[in-house]
């Protein structure tokens, strides 16, 4: 059962307001140390958003609830009553109002700094009618040992398994500094047996709570032996402890210094690194408080530099049993950590060898987008890099380039235009619309480059003759690939084929496999007018001469890239250009849902 006076157990539980994941990791990995049976975080409060965050309590993920609002998280975790706002400072006020106000917070840490002095007194005064406690704002937060952490406080976790953080001591400690907390604990655990709770109230000229009240809380632990407080120039604030040690409210030996003492060598007022830290009137001096505490009965050393010599002093005067010292378990190390000291090797799922984008610019085959932007690579130049893994002569990307113009569109009635544009009517978006036409292409439908290609250059290499491959292709009863068209015709032929034989027959250092395909051509036309070599025919023979010529690649990846399906791609990326013209335009004009007309089919019964 939790006291008064303890703010923080073992079974205590937090919401974190704003995602932040390297403080829950780090709340999570202190739970692993101290052995909690459960993580101290119950939900994630991230406004306008919901669902869940992925974290590591030991060696086991976890889901961490995220919620839209306060009231949403405490309703689902009514037991929770912990709140660490990491709101910046302009809406930080807001929701720390909101948190006082429910019923089931009791306890708030306010990271933010700069948080305006109004809104502060405000949340102080709802604090104390609602009697909860505010610890900051500007602060890095507060740690129970064993037990509950909140946020970064203790920084790193050698720094805090070397403090001992991980096992509760006798020491109550409050300071206003949250790096001074982090030392603090350093020395702490070298001159005591360690820390049993830590708070930094935060550095503001009025914070939530202060030292008094923490020390008050302290006083009344029965855990906790002596209290070791850090107060700084500026403020009245070490003045309430001076006036409950002599009222007998502190019974506990107080270990305490003010720091500040150097603002003495300067003739003008000083502000130092804390709001409320700056020079002011002689009673608020560091010399003056460190004076009055020490006239009061605190124990207050002669410097700094003595701090933890006099610490040592009163707690080997109060004669307590050694701590016995808990194993503590091995905390896991992260994958990438283990990865960046070299200690882990893992087997990858994939593999990339055409771009990498880990560096400072993305690399496309090895060359860094600057100089694909400086070289003015063409679209073709990028292709060749990304498909075929070569820096490919400019002859043979304005091919590349050709064919995509070429095959880019066919008007709206072939198949793949057909179906998006029936897509696009129907609401669907852009990608759906696109994904729609492309399942159309297949054997009948632009798939036809990559089977021409290979039939053709098979026939070829074997030295059959266009004669004997007609009359095989018609026995074994399969249409020849890349040869027929519905409209065009011998006598009416097709001009983008005309225009890559043209561009082939000037560039190509040999067209080997074009010339193979037009003798077919010829014994085809022998049957009937239509039966040309089509659009696709040419562009699969005249890739295949491409690739055999051009004096980069070897016949077996020649062979390779006609099996993987490389020239059919060229389709597929030429046409996505069209298609989407296609579903553009119906967009733009607004097209109702298209429904087939009822004289366009065939009802039989």
Known sequence: MQNDYQLFTKD??????????????????????CKREKPSIAGVIQPGSHGFHKAFFGTKEILIPIYSSISHASSNHPQTDVLINFASFRSAFSSSKEALNSKTINTIAIIAEGMPERETRELITLAKKNKKVVIGPATVGGITAGAFRIGNTAGTIENI??????????????????GLTNEMCNVLARTTDGVYEAIAIGGDSYPGSTMLEHMLRFEQNPEIKMIVGLGELGGNEEYGIIEAKKKGKIKKPVIMWVSGTCAKIFQGEVQFGHAGAKTGKQQESADAKNKALKDAGVIVPNSFEDFDKVIAKTFVSLKLPIKQEPEVPKLPMDYDAAVKKGIIRKTTNFISTISDDRGDEPHYNGIPMSKLIEDDYSIGDVIALLWLKKKLPKYASKFIEICIVI????????????NAIVAARAGKDTVSSLCSGLLTIGPRFGGAIDDAAKYFKQACDSEISPEQFVTDMKRKGVNIPGIGHRIKSAK?????????????????????????????????????????LNVDGCIGVLFIDLFSSCGEFSKEEVNEMVDIGYLNGVFVLARSIGIMGHV??????????????????????
């Not at 398994?161 to 109550?172: D, F, H």
């Not at 032929?493 to 003798?519: C, I």
């Not at 119906?586 to 004289?599: A, E, F």
Request: glycine share 4%; aromatic share 12%.
């Open 12 to 33: 205590t539980q937090s919401f974190i307001y704003n995602l932040k994941p390297a403080p829950i990791q780090r709340m999570l990995d202190f739970d692993h140390i």
């Open 584 to 605: 553009f335009d119906q967009k733009r004009l607004k097209q109702p849902l298209y429904r087939h007309p009822w004289d366009d089919i065939l009802f039989l019964k």
């Open 492 to 532: 009416n032929p097709d001009k983008r084929v005309e225009l890559l034989k043209v561009y082939a027959k000037k560039n190509f250092k040999d067209t080997k496999y074009l010339n193979y395909a037009l003798a077919v051509e010829a014994e085809t036309l022998k049957k009937a007018d239509n039966l040309i």
């Open 407 to 418: 095959a880019a569109d066919h008007g709206p009635a072939v198949s793949g235009a057909h």
């Open 161 to 178: 398994i070397s403090c001992k953080l991980y096992r509760p001591g006798s020491v109550g400690f409050v300071s206003k500094s949250g």
